[in-house]
Structures are given as structure tokens and as C-alpha cells.
């Protein structure tokens, strides 16, 4: 099986990409990825002299590299997106650019053989809007409500409806928020447990008490697998652990897992729309896709800790860059102001 991952030296597709090298020897890969500020081509290095594996540096939304990259693929699994909600309420542009019309020309060239297999189109969690109480399931109606989630809603409805209008075999997955190695230091956990290490405060949005279902990466990456090999064509499925945490909660295990002293925890200005809560239900996934998941948070958020604490350089040449300034921008104000408020 021939495999074109799009955002593949992503954090989800890194680690996607690792799991299937290791777990299916007869599977290739090919990556397609533009390499944003949250691309690394270093990430799969390991694989540069495979000859299951190659890379193509290209954007989802130039027709010409698709249509060049993707005959000979029997699947597309669909990780490129812009996917950080503080950027997209900064600068949506390039959220709808690449997470809907990156989809659709992606869309447009698959559906040109009508042999390929299965389009799997990553979604989140996210389209469902905050969810106060229960958790949400495959049928609910979506309530985007940042620029990013509703950027994701409309990649993953444009996606369905190349099944429903030209029967391209789409799957979708709605997955929970995810952490583990590789993770882009501006996401809450990899962000607070780089600043733990450097000694710097931890600024938690609001009150602290939102809420999100947290999933160790390579649990996400079992349950794409699954959707590949026993998905069906047009059906969306839930992943997550079920682990819900607050954010304060977070913090403070990675205080603990870090020793370091809750005095780095700032309570800063909130996220503009900052849902409070995400939750699903992924008893689909669970009976159709025979999945569960299977690292708890303790081990997991260990696993991440015991990474970012021995690959340094991988994390502290990213925040020496372009970091930098963005951090600035998102950060300064709001530590001033929560000092100001001490
Ligand atoms: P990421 O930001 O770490 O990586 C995104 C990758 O896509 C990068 O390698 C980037 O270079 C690439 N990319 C961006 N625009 C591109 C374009 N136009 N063409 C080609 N490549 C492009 O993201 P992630 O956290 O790995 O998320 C991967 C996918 O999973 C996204 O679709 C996201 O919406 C979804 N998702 C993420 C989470 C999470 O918690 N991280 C949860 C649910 C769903
Ligand atoms: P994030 O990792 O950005 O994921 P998402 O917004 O997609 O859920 O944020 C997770 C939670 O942590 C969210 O409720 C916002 C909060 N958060 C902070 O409190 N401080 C921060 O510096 C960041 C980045 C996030």
C-alpha cells in the first residue's frame, strides 16, 4: 500500500509516520509538506535512505505538485492544516487557505482514479464548539467557534460532500487534543513543559479551568490505522481517551513531572472564544474500528516530559527563531498585566 501523508513532519504526522514505518513493513510513504514554522524535515531523518519512504517539500494548495505527488497513492491521509488557535484568531487567511482549499485540490486530484482507496481527512474535536456537559458524538450538529475549528469543519463538510457528490471514499476523524513528542512548543503542553525546564512563567488563559480530553499521539496514530484498514467510506469517527483534564489540573503535573514550584503559574487575559470544554464519544470508533486507547495520562505526560527533557536541541533551536517574536507578541502584555495584578 502506497501512502501520501500531507504535513508529515508535522507533530501528529511525524509520529504517524514512525508508527506505520515501524508497525506495517509493507506500506510506503510519501510525504508532502510545505514546511511551515511547524515543519521539521529532521524529524524523519531516520528514514532518508528507506526505500518505503521519501519526501517531497510542496503545498496541498498547488494543484501541480499534488497532481505530480499523488498518482501511484492507494491512500491520503490528510494532516496539513494551519492548527493553532491562538494564530488563527491573529491571522485566519492562511487557516482557510490551507484547511479548505488545500483540501479541496487535494479532493480534486484523488478523485481522478477511482481505484484509491480511502481519503482520510484529519479533523478535531474542535468542530463541535465547547461542549458544557456530556460528550459529543458523530451526529451532534458543529459549532465552530474559532477561526481554526471552522476552518477544520469546512475542510472536513467539503471532503464529505466528494463522497456524497462523486463517491471518493472520505473518512473523517474527529480526534481530541494531543500530546506527546514533536509537538510545536506553542501548544499548552509542550509549551509549559519547555518553560518549566528554562525557568519561565506558565501562562495559564482565564481562570484555568477549561477543559480537554488529552490523548497520547501514538493512541491517535493506532486509531488512523484502524479507520485505514476497517474504516467505512463516509463515516466520521471520534477519537479520544476520555481523559479530561483541566488546565490548571495539566499545570500542575507538569510541575510536578518537571520539579518545578507552582510559583511559575501566571493566570493571564483569556483566549478571545476560548471554549471551555471538549469531550467525545468514541464508542464508534470502539466497536467499528476495534480500537481503544491505551497510554493514561501519568504515563503519557511522562513519556513527554522524559522526551523534551533529552532531545533539548530539537525544542530550544525552535524557540531561538521565529518564536521569539510571536511569543513577544502573544505573551508580553499578558505577563506585565498579570504581574501588574499580583
Ligand atoms: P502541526 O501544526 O504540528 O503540523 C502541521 C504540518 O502541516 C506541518 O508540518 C506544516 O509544515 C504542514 N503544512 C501546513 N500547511 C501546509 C500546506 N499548505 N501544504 C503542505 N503542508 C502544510 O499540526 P498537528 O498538531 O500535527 O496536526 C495535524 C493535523 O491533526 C491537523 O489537520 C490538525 O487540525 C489535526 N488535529 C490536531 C490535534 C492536536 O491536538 N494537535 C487534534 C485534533 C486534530
Ligand atoms: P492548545 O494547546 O492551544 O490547544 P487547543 O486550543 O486547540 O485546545 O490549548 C489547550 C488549552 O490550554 C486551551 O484551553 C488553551 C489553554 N492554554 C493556556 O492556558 N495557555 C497557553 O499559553 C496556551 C498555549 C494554551
Known sequence: MRVLVTGGVGFIGTNFVKYVMSNRPDWSVTVLD????AGRQENLSEFENSDRYSFVKGDICDAAVVSRVMPG???????????????????????VRTDVEGVRVLLEEFKKDNTRKVFLQISTDEVYGSVETGRS??????????????SKAGGELLAMSYFTTFGVPVIITRASN?????????KLIPLFITNAFQGEK????????????WMFVTDHCSALVAAIEKGRP????????????????????????????????RFVEDRLGHDRRYAVDVSRAASELDWKPEIDFETGLALTV???RANAQWWQSIKSGEFREYYKKMYSARLENSERNQ
Open 306 to 308: 522524559n522526551w523534551y
Open 202 to 213: 506558565l501562562p495559564l488563559y482565564g481562570d484555568g479551568g477549561n477543559m480537554r480530553d
Open 234 to 265: 463516509g463515516r466520521i469517527y471520534n477519537v479520544g481517551d476520555g481523559q479530561e483534564k483541566t488546565n490548571k489540573e495539566v499545570t500542575f503535573a507538569i510541575l510536578e513531572a518537571t520539579g518545578s514550584d507552582s510559583d511559575l503559574i
Open 34 to 37: 510545505k514546511l511551515t514554522y
Open 178 to 186: 494531543n500530546y506527546g513528542p514533536f509537538q510545536y512548543p506553542e
Open 73 to 95: 497513492c492507494d491512500v491520503v491521509v490528510n494532516f496539513a492544516a494551519e492548527t493553532h488557535v491562538d494564530r488563527s484568531i491573529d491571522d485566519p487567511a492562511s487557516f
Open 137 to 150: 458524538s458523530e451526529s451532534d450538529a458543529l459549532d465552530p467557534r474559532s477561526p481554526y475549528s471552522a
